[in-house]
């Protein structure tokens, strides 16, 4: 029985989600601004949930129809079978989301839908589900546009980029499912190098180490599905089974994580460590303006420094090529210094590319719109992605010794345009 999903993403990321959901075996694949609506029976879901590495969560779409008013939107939730969904035991937890709709209070809208559920449990069961908006067991989204309600139970818990294990907090990292998107972008493979220079906890290097192994990312969690009433337990332990047995040798895999700060270094290890992938990576601890390359060809990827990120720590703050605004631990330092710091950090960087990356494909992920015209390379590719409510930039450089730098003097206003 086939029944209608709906899986949001980073935005930007769309095409490569409607592209996995296909190849999982999903119907009906359309994607919108925001994410990917498609069709499939419910181990399809469970599969999108376990496998999907840039799906945020799986949504099934339980009504829609067209409201006028917030009476309207409690009649369609309340008209929904949801004692067939879910036990009245069961915690729950109510979300709205809305574009350019006529009502005035999302609060009085979430609370109507609130209203309207337990209104009907109470009517059926005589007893109402018990609120909980810290880890509800069952989450209800319902999205409004100038003229439709959509209503939504959520079958992934919390959201996908929770992958299932410890995270030593040193910086606040990429979404992983941003990161994984932003490595189908770099067109990286398994059997090439990849080198993330200012790795921070090591988000790209543990979404590449799970890459290269087909170790599901959500191998080592729960899902909300498993709440439901369509949960069925054998079934699901035969599909999560398979899916775990699909797992490669790592006999080729060569991961390399370096940053200026030691305690990055440290804590991208023990991320490796936990996610089981501690064997795949080397690391140092290195300025990236003193880094070698590992290796004569391979993909470089990391987010360096912009305007919103803050200073190093002390303990690197002496060492003269430290990126500026590259760190997370004390107070930003004012916008005008950090943006003539990093005016004069960035021909540095693409300097070093040019002597001890030929041969390599660079890849910055950056929301600083300066960055292509003080790196002094000509981006091959631009691809525009939004990290949170940050618009930022995905830019490629092809480094071949003497060929794409750019003369000194010459305009660089062409390389601002996307």
């Not at 908006?133 to 959509?150: G, H, I, K, Q, S």
């Amino acid at each position: 029985m086939s029944e209608t999903f709906f899986s949001p993403c980073p935005r930007g990321l769309e095409p490569l989600l409607a592209d996995e959901l296909t190849a999982l075996g999903a119907q009906y694949v359309k994607p919108v601004h925001g994410g990917v609506s498609f069709a499939g029976d419910w181990a399809l879901c469970w599969r999108v949930n376990l496998d999907s590495r840039i799906a945020t969560r799986v949504m099934w779409r339980v009504a829609e129809r067209g409201y006028r008013s917030e009476d309207d939107v409690y009649a369609l939730a309340r008209e929904q079978a949801w004692e067939k969904y879910f036990a009245v035991e069961r915690t729950l937890r109510i979300y709205v989301t809305a574009i350019r709709s006529p009502l005035r209070s999302l609060n009085f809208v979430t609370l109507r839908v609130k209203d309207a559920i337990c209104d009907r449990f109470r009517d059926l069961r005589g007893q109402r589900p018990s609120i909980d908006t810290e880890a509800p067991d069952v989450r209800v989204y319902a999205f409004l546009t100038a003229e439709t309600c959509t209503l939504y139970l959520d079958t992934s818990g919390e959201a996908l980029t929770r992958r299932g294990f410890k995270r030593a907090k040193h910086e606040a990292p990429l979404k992983e499912n941003l990161a994984a998107g932003i490595l189908h972008l770099t067109g990286w493979q398994p059997d090439q190098a990849l080198l993330d220079p200012m790795c921070g906890s090591g988000t790209f290097l543990i979404e590449a180490g799970l890459m290269a192994l087909d170790i599901p990312p959500g191998a080592e969690r729960s899902f909300g599905f498993e709440k439901l009433a369509s949960y069925d337990p054998v079934a699901w332990k035969r599909q999560r089974t398979l899916a775990l047995q699909r797992r490669r040798p790592a006999s080729d895999v060569r991961l390399y994580g370096a940053d200026i700060d030691m305690r990055a270094v440290d804590a991208a290890r023990y991320n490796l460590r936990e996610a089981g992938l501690d064997d795949l990576a080397q690391f140092r601890t290195s300025d990236i303006l003193q880094l070698e390359a590992p290796e004569d060809h391979g993909v470089l990827l990391c987010n360096p420094p912009y305007g919103v990120r803050l200073t190093a720590p002390r303990a690197a703050a002496g060492r003269r090529s430290a990126p500026p605004g590259g760190y997370r631990d004390e107070p930003a330092p004012e916008a005008d210094g950090a943006e003539s710091e990093l005016a004069a950090w960035y021909p540095k960087l693409g300097d070093h590319l040019k002597q001890a990356f030929a041969g390599w494909r660079c890849h910055f992920f950056s929301g600083d719109p300066a960055l292509p015209k003080k790196i002094g390379l000509k981006a091959s590719r631009r691809t525009p992605l939004m990290n949170g409510d940050i618009e930022c930039r995905l830019f490629a450089y092809e480094v071949v010794a003497g060929s794409n730098r750019r003369p000194r003097g010459a305009s660089a206003e062409h390389e601002a345009e996307d």
